[in-house]
């Protein structure tokens, strides 16, 4: 069984760009959760989507959004970026909501901003 | 506010020796908690997880050491070889929180 893939795993742009990060779920899986990685802040929670409906948001600004397909897989984008946006961002899938479900993790998309 | 405190931030240890991990949390709502395991490059791995309904959990290696009145939990892992040397995250979930809360994570180098 694949596990979950994500797209680019790299990337680099520059202040003000924006970007699309793509995430494919486990096969069966609904829920997709984004997670930001960062070397001071640790690994924080973006969003979650279940059935193409947000459930969940984290405490970052709307610079930060996304969406999910009928078919599970999700977009992360983020809009006017800032130096600080640079990080790891980690996408995680599950069968159900991700309450209570073990959550698998793809390998990230490293995102540099110069 | 860091509602999962996890300490310590780095770790040597020896091989064979036990690499403990310590983790405290705030909100009583939290019902779950894993321990997350992550080697450069990769994403984090579920490695272990309880509830609190048991005060201990072992998976070969790996045990899980809970106190709910303390809000404290710990991963020791036992006779520690260097393919154990990665970065271990505490992470807890619960109430109508659908997100993992992270600790801050402890690198673990576990030298031959």
């Known amino acids: 069984k694949a596990g979950v893939t994500q797209t680019p795993r790299y990337l680099i742009k520059t202040r003000g760009q924006q970007v699309t990060l793509s995430c494919s779920p486990i096969s069966g899986h609904r829920s997709v959760s984004w997670y930001q990685q960062t070397p001071g802040q640790g690994l924080q929670f973006l969003f979650e989507y279940f059935s193409e409906t947000q459930r969940n948001k984290g405490n970052f600004p709307g610079r930060f959004s996304g969406r999910q397909f009928s078919n599970s897989r999700s977009e992360m984008n983020v809009s006017t970026l800032e130096l600080g946006d640079s990080a790891l961002y980690l996408c995680?899938?599950?069968?159900?909501?991700?309450?209570?479900?073990?959550?698998?993790f793809g390998p990230g998309t490293r995102l540099t901003v110069l | 506010q860091q509602q999962v405190k996890q300490s310590p931030q780095s770790l040597i240890v020896q091989k064979g020796g036990i690499s403990i991990i310590n983790c405290a949390y705030e909100?009583?709502?939290?019902?779950?908690f894993p321990w997350y395991q992550q080697f450069p490059g990769k994403g984090p791995a579920l490695l272990i997880a309880?509830?609190?309904?048991?005060s201990e959990k072992k998976e070969g290696r790996f045990t899980i050491s809970f106190n709910k009145s303390a809000k404290q939990f710990s991963l020791h892992i036992m006779d520690s070889q260097p393919g154990d040397s990665a970065t271990y995250f505490c992470a807890a979930l619960g109430g109508s929180n659908y997100k993992l809360t992270f600790g801050k994570g402890t690198l673990l180098t576990v030298n031959p």
């Open positions: 309880i509830r609190p309904d048991v």
């Open positions: 995680a899938s599950s069968l159900e909501a991700s309450y209570r479900n073990e959550q698998f």
């Open positions: 909100n009583t709502a939290f019902d779950y």
